[in-house]
Every structure is written in structure tokens, then in C-alpha cells.
């Protein structure tokens, strides 16, 4: 029947759980929509706030914000709720830590909370202000999922959250005694960890973080900073000693030395790092308590069987290996690396270090500008012998000499290579898909019995 309102149909218990899939000023926006609908939104099992929501205009902004707050919690007080998201990063709201005390003891199961990032000015010094958390959240009996931006943490004594699975802290502040591992310890079910450090603590902070947890299987450390990242404290350490981890992502430095214990159950590696936390420096490859802490991490995460470095790893590991080796990581079937195009003479002795692989995707970063001796790949890798059947090279601009060098050496040592795939930049170059094709051709016998396929990216 045309016009007919469906949707106003449905029980209320659905129309609750589908506006809680919707920012909070969305869902209230339904309450001119009919009488049932005036105060349906007060019934959603979660709030999604966000500062920006409210006037930006009005004196009294931290006032209306804990009163939309207050208005909602107190509407149906002994109601269940599921999540409690809210950004308040624009400055300090007194009384905030309570309210998440009242809504975690109403039972969510999500809390994500953007605390100010306001700072305060004490004798002339500017200090920013941090918002600590209620300690019932620390025995959550509920909660599953935990973002926390920018606050603060203190000993609770004692922690046990039974159900958390997923936890994302970016830049904490621990106060006192209460640390990151005697966190994740209270967290015996945690599969995912991200992890985002406070670059700007003082030199009384403890340097060493610790991981130590038996049920995580995902470690993750963002691009936070960029050009900012730079530490305060020296020396500081991270140590991850997980059975079970599955799989670890670096894509930033955050800390000076990274150990790694009995990562047994390591899948997956994607590191862009360079072993040091400073933005614009790296490490002294004549410092040799350095290169055995790249050496130790190197043979902690040697079980990977899939891996991803940049260029910026991959530069770090050329320095390296003028000093040290790379240890052999017999696991490893599947690597993904971006090699600037005057490293490419560390190519054979780099793969040397993966006797097993069989897929590599390779994407050179070509610098016209750079000086760059004469290209001359002789080596041959073990896993060209045995095991390399893929290999994909992106980043390629044109069809020329050193382009042919790369691509022949690959068809012409390859043993038992069935497909290789060259991956054009969509850029306007001189030589066309059959050129590419009629000069591997004329390169080596070995192109007649390995797919070649030349694409356009």
C-alpha cells in the first residue's frame, strides 16, 4: 500500500537496536517523526556523541554536553546498556569519569572514549590535561571492546575483565604504579592489542613496556606521528611475549629496542620500521648492542610464513647487513617488500634469507635522481632453485635497461617459476604491452614456459 510505514511497525526492541547503529544525533532526529518515536531515541541501548555535535558558540558548552548526558542515563536508569562512545577531546567536562562509571556498571559492552586534549598552564608551563578512568572499569564483567584516546590510568589494585577481546590505547597515560602489562594480564580472553605510545612522558616513566599474554593473536602499532616522532625517554623498550600470536604490524617506532619471545604461532609480519624512534635519524650500524637487538628481534619473528617490509625496513636491513646477517626464515612462503631502486644490489643476498618462498611481490621505488651504480644481479638465491613459482614487480615506469635487467633475472634463474607479472605505473611510456612482451621473449628460452603477464596499474 504506497505510503504505508512500515518501519513504525516493527517492535520497539528492533527499532532500538537499529538506531544504535547510528550516531546519537541522528537518532534523536527521528523523534518529530510521530508521538512513538518523540522519546524512542532514549530507549537506544548506547550513546555515539561526538563535541562537535553541539554549538560550538555557547559559553556553557561542558554544561548542555554532561546534561544530554545526564538526560539520557536517567531516562530508563535500570535498563541494560551495549556501548558508550563518545569524543569529548575539545577540552576538560568535569564529572565525565562518572558517567562512564554509571555506564559501565549498566553493562556495556563497547566503550570508546576520545578524552580533552586540553592542556593547562601551571608557572608559565603548559601540561596537558588528562582524564583518568573509574576503576569499576578495570572489573568489567562485560565489556568486549575498549578504545581509550588520550587519558589516563592508575593502579587499581586489582584488574579482571573476563570478556575483553579487543583494546585500542593511543597515547596513555600511566600514573603510579599501574602499567600496560598489568592490563593486558586482567584480560585473559584479549585477541587484539593496539597500541599507540604517549611520546611525550617524562624520564621518570618506566622505560620498558611489556605485551606478555597467552590468548593474543593480534598486535598492531599505527602510523601515529609521522615527522613528530621523536621520544623523550630513552632507552625505551617493548618486549612481546605472546604463544599465540598470529600476527604483528609495525608501522611506526615508538620505541628504541623491540623484544620478542616465543611468537611460535607467528603468521604474519608487516614492519616499517627503522630501529630507531626518531623521526629523521637511524641507527649506527657500528653500534654493536644495536645490531644484536635487530639481530635478536630478526630471529624472534624468524617463524613467519608471510611478510611485509617498506622501504624504510628494508633500507634499515641493507645497513644492517654490512655488519651482521639476516637469519633464514624457513617458514616464509609469501613476501611483499618495497625496494628502492638503488638497494637492488641487496636483492639476491636479501632473498637468500627465505630458502622457501613462492610468491613475491616486489614493488621498486624508482629514483631517477639518485646515483646508482651499474645494475648487475649474479647471485642466485636457493629459493629461485626450489620454490619460487610467483613473482610480481610494481612500480615500473618504463621498458628500459635496468627494467629488462630486473625482469631477466628473475626468468633466466627461476628454476620453476610459472608466472611473473610485471606491473606497470598507469604513466604514458614508450614501450607498449607487446614490446614488453616481445623482448622478454627475446630474453631468455625460460619466458616460452612461464606465464608473463604485463599490466597496467
Not at 22 to 27: A, E, G, I, N, V
Not at 375 to 386: A, E, Y
Request: hydrophobic share 40%.
Amino acid at each position: 500500500m504506497p505510503g504505508f510505514d512500515r518501519i513504525s511497525e516493527l517492535p520497539e526492541s528492533l527499532l532500538t537496536q537499529i538506531l544504535l547503529c547510528l550516531p546519537t544525533k541522528d537518532s534523536v532526529k527521528t523523534s518529530v517523526l510521530s508521538t512513538r518515536w518523540k522519546n524512542l531515541w532514549l530507549n537506544v541501548p548506547g550513546l555515539d556523541l561526538n563535541y562537535r555535535n553541539f554549538p560550538k558558540e555557547d559559553e556553557e558548552y561542558e554544561e548542555v554536553f554532561i546534561n544530554f548526558i545526564d538526560r539520557f542515563l536517567e531516562f530508563n536508569p535500570e535498563s541494560r546498556l551495549q556501548k558508550f562512545k563518545v569524543d569529548y577531546s575539545r577540552r576538560e567536562i568535569l564529572g565525565f569519569k562518572d558517567r562512564i562509571g554509571t555506564v559501565i556498571n549498566r553493562g556495556i559492552r563497547l566503550l570508546d572514549a576520545v578524552s580533552s586534549t586540553e592542556y593547562r598552564e601551571d608557572d608559565g608551563i603548559m601540561y596537558p590535561y588528562f582524564e583518568f578512568m573509574p576503576r569499576n572499569l578495570f572489573t568489567s564483567k562485560t565489556l568486549v571492546t575498549l578504545k581509550l584516546w588520550y587519558s589516563a590510568l592508575s593502579d587499581p589494585g586489582y584488574v579482571y575483565m573476563p570478556c575483553l577481546k579487543f583494546m585500542i590505547l593511543q597515547e596513555i597515560r600511566w600514573s603510579g604504579t599501574m602499567h600496560l602489562e598489568k592490563l593486558v594480564s586482567g584480560c585473559p580472553v584479549l585477541e587484539e592489542l593496539t597500541l599507540v605510545r604517549y611520546l611525550d612522558e617524562d624520564e621518570l616513566v618506566v622505560a620498558l613496556t611489556r605485551v606478555r599474554s597467552g590468548s593474543l593473536k593480534t598486535f598492531y602499532v599505527p602510523l601515529a606521528y609521522g615527522s613528530y616522532c621523536r621520544s623523550r625517554v630513552p632507552d625505551t623498550v617493548l618486549e612481546i611475549d605472546a604463544p599465540g600470536l598470529e600476527s604483528m604490524t609495525l608501522k611506526e617506532d615508538h620505541f628504541e629496542k623491540i623484544i620478542v619471545k616465543n611468537l611460535t604461532s607467528l603468521f604474519m609480519i608487516d614492519l616499517d620500521i627503522k630501529f630507531v624512534v626518531k623521526y629523521d635519524s637511524s641507527f649506527d650500524p657500528e653500534d654493536l648492542s644495536k645490531t644484536n637487538e635487530i639481530l635478536d628481534f630478526l630471529t624472534g619473528i624468524s617463524r613467519a610464513r608471510h611478510m611485509i617490509i617498506s622501504k624504510k625496513t628494508v633500507k634499515a636491513l641493507d645497513r644492517y647487513s654490512k655488519v651482521g646477517s639476516i637469519p633464514k626464515f624457513n617458514n616464509l612462503s609469501r613476501l611483499q617488500a618495497v625496494f628502492p631502486s638503488p638497494l637492488l644490489p641487496f636483492l639476491p643476498a636479501f632473498l637468500e634469507s627465505f630458502p622457501n618462498l613462492k610468491i613475491l611481490i616486489l614493488k621498486i621505488a624508482f629514483a631517477k635522481d639518485d646515483e646508482m651504480e651499474e645494475l648487475n644481479l649474479v647471485n642466485v638465491p636457493r629459493c629461485f632453485i626450489s620454490t619460487l613459482e610467483c613473482v610480481e614487480i610494481k612500480g615500473l615506469f618504463e621498458w628500459e635497461e635496468e627494467e629488462m635487467k630486473i625482469a631477466s633475472y628473475f626468468l633466466e634463474n627461476s628454476t620453476v617459476l610459472k608466472k611473473l607479472t610485471l606491473s606497470f605505473i598507469d604513466y604514458p611510456r614508450y614501450a607498449s604491452n607487446s614490446d614488453v612482451y616481445e623482448e622478454l621473449n627475446k630474453l631468455t628460452k625460460r619466458s616460452r614456459r612461464c606465464r608473463i603477464i604485463v599490466i597496467d596499474d
